[in-house]
């Protein structure tokens, strides 16, 4: 018994010696470990851009045990670890690349190359890369101020990773202006530049950035503004009165400075009353600087006036020194004109009153006329004696359908008096020429268009547009061009060829539109009742043929309304067939 429980023993032993030799055996492999972590070298980082760039790595030793995970990590803090951003590549050996993304522009990175296996993470070295933005530039103070100019400029100090391609300044009257206001272009790259600034309005304020464009996009400097130079009133002298008659004088100043402004008035104003303004009576003699003469008229003999030259710009109206002159004694004749009365087209009756002869025989008398306001004896007139009270005259050889204005004269030592101006306007008659055409018809009581006191009608083009032309633009249409009466021939006109398509002289409507004789370019094709018209004066108008005529009414879709100028029948006919056509428009 005892020799047995003695071999238990020392078998016991043994078996606690072999554990504990295999357990230290274990933990002296544990240390001792033949792997290490991979060797891995960071690629060069290629095609940066605002947020994205392009790295990588090449692992040269996996430490002898597999590769489980590979990529780069990347900070804005050197040595970036996988704890920060970072890819997944999938490599366990040799080189790989790496897609970056998610990046800031204008911002420096830092970027490693990683690998892992099972005894770590081996990396790269840390390179470092900066994102490309938007250049950075400042704006240049505003010199050299006028009334409508000045220089401006900026520097450009950065490029944003990208070349500029194009810089200037951009300028507005309000804040922080853009490429969408007015802008300079002044070259490219980096560095300093001047900008002229030209058509500026004087005393405004303006707002001005220097841009910079690089393929990012484009960046603006600081905004800076300033103020024109205000414009002041012009500066002149009145020179000399001269040439002084009963009733007119002639005068000379001079502008020496437009104030920075445009003159756009200038003259002499004068009165019996000293310091003269441009309320009282003035000359109007154009604009801009230096000499200029005015004619003064309509003055009473023995009077002694105050003359200034006056010019305006924006700013207002200044004068110039005041002159004094009075005019030489006599007088001209006072007279009225008469009304005038038996108006027709080529002759109608006036006359005058002379109520003062100025102190001087009335030597001459009549009436003068002209188709411009202020008719004198230097245009048509009459000779109607001498003397003072009424007289009476004939006025000859007018035209139909003009505005006259007529004045009753008299003359005597002082010059030439006028009448108060009367206006008439002789009627025009069919068969006349008058507008490029021929008159046609004139509007009665009950047409369309009729006005009492307005002479209105048609007017006929003076020749066939053409030999024949269809109706139609080569398809069958319905146009809507349905108007018959006077006044509906243009409405339908305009109808055919909004639906027929732009004007064109191949088909009736569109060949009348564009006919432009006498400049007017409101022709049409006369609708069926115009035409009617034009047929029943055929003979007055002339140039008609024996032929059938287009209408511009519309019968239905393939058919529309002519009339036959040898019987005067008005019918339908397929819009295919080619007939004359006479273009017309209203007075």
């Known amino acids: 018994m005892i020799k047995k429980r003695s ?42 851009t605002e947020t994205t760039a392009i790295s990588g790595g090449d692992i040269s030793s996996n430490g002898g045990t597999a590769v489980t995970e590979s990529g780069v990590c990347w900070s804005t803090n050197d040595n970036p670890t996988i704890e920060d951003n970072l890819t997944k590549d999938g490599s366990d050996s040799g080189a790989f690349s790496s897609n970056i993304s998610g990046l800031t522009s204008n911002t420096t990175y830092y970027v490693r190359a990683y690998a892992t296996n099972s005894e770590g993470t081996g990396y790269g070295s840390s390179l470092s890369f900066t994102t490309k933005g938007l250049a950075s530039l400042t704006t240049n103070e505003i010199t050299d101020i006028t009334l409508t100019t000045a220089i401006g400029g900026g520097n450009v100090t950065t490029d944003g990773g990208s070349d500029v391609t194009a810089r200037g300044i951009c300028l507005a009257t309000t804040e922080n202006p853009t490429l969408a206001n007015a802008k300079s272009v002044n070259g490219n790259g980096l560095g300093s530049f001047t900008s002229n600034i030209t058509g500026l309005a004087d005393g405004a304020i303006y707002y001005v950035r220097a841009y910079a464009t690089n393929s990012s996009g484009t960046s603006y400097g600081n905004s800076v503004s300033f103020s024109t130079q205000p414009a002041t009133q012009p500066v002149l002298t009145t020179v000399v009165v001269y040439n002084i008659t009963q009733t007119a004088a002639s005068s000379e100043s001079i502008i020496t400075s437009s ?103 009335i030597t001459e008398r009549g009436i003068c006329w002209s188709t411009s306001p202020n008719p004198t004896i230097l245009n048509s007139k009459t000779l109607d004696g001498s003397g003072t009270g009424a007289f009476s005259s004939a006025l000859t050889g007018l035209s139909g359908g003009v505005t006259y204005y007529v004045r009753a004269y008299a003359k005597n030592l002082a010059g030439t008096g006028y009448g108060n101006q009367v206006t008439f306007k002789t009627p025009v008659v069919i068969g006349q020429s008058y507008q490029g055409g021929i008159v046609a018809y004139i509007f009665q009581f009950g047409d369309p268009g009729y006005d009492a006191n307005t002479q209105h009608g048609l007017i006929a083009a003076s020749v066939d547009g053409i030999s024949t032309i269809t109706w139609y633009k080569g398809v069958y249409v319905t146009t809507g061009a349905t108007g018959t009466i006077l006044g509906t021939g243009l409405s339908n006109t305009t109808k055919i060829i909004s639906v027929q398509g732009a004007t064109s002289t191949t088909y009736a409507a569109g060949f009348a539109q564009a006919y432009n004789a006498g400049t007017y370019n409101d022709w049409y094709l006369p609708s069926k009742d115009e035409l009617n018209k034009l047929y029943l004066n055929r003979t007055a108008i002339g140039g008609f043929i024996q032929s059938n005529y287009w209408t511009s009414t519309e019968s239905s879709n393939q058919f529309a309304w002519y009339q036959s100028f040898p019987d005067g029948y008005q019918g339908t006919a397929a819009k295919l067939n080619t007939f004359k056509i006479r273009a017309v428009r209203t007075f």
Do not use: H, M
């Open 259 to 361: 104030g920075g402004a445009t003159v756009t008035a200038k003259g002499v104003c004068w009165s019996i009353n000293p310091n003269p303004t441009i309320n009282n009576n003035r000359t109007i003699d154009g604009l801009g600087t230096g000499s200029f003469y005015s004619t003064l008229a309509g003055l009473s003999s023995g009077t002694t006036y105050y003359i200034r030259s006056y010019a305006t710009n924006k700013v207002g109206t200044s004068y110039g020194n005041e002159l004094q002159f009075t005019t030489l004694a006599a007088t001209i004749p006072t007279l009225t004109t008469s009304i005038v009365s038996s108006i027709t087209n080529s002759k109608a009756n006036s006359g005058g009153n002379i109520s003062s002869d100025g102190a001087s025989t």
């Open 7 to 48: 071999i238990w023993i020392r078998s016991s032993i043994v078996i606690v010696a072999s554990f504990l030799l295999f357990a230290q055996s274990c933990k002296k492999s544990k240390i001792d470990s033949p792997w290490s972590k991979p060797i891995i070298t960071t690629i060069e980082v290629l095609n940066i």
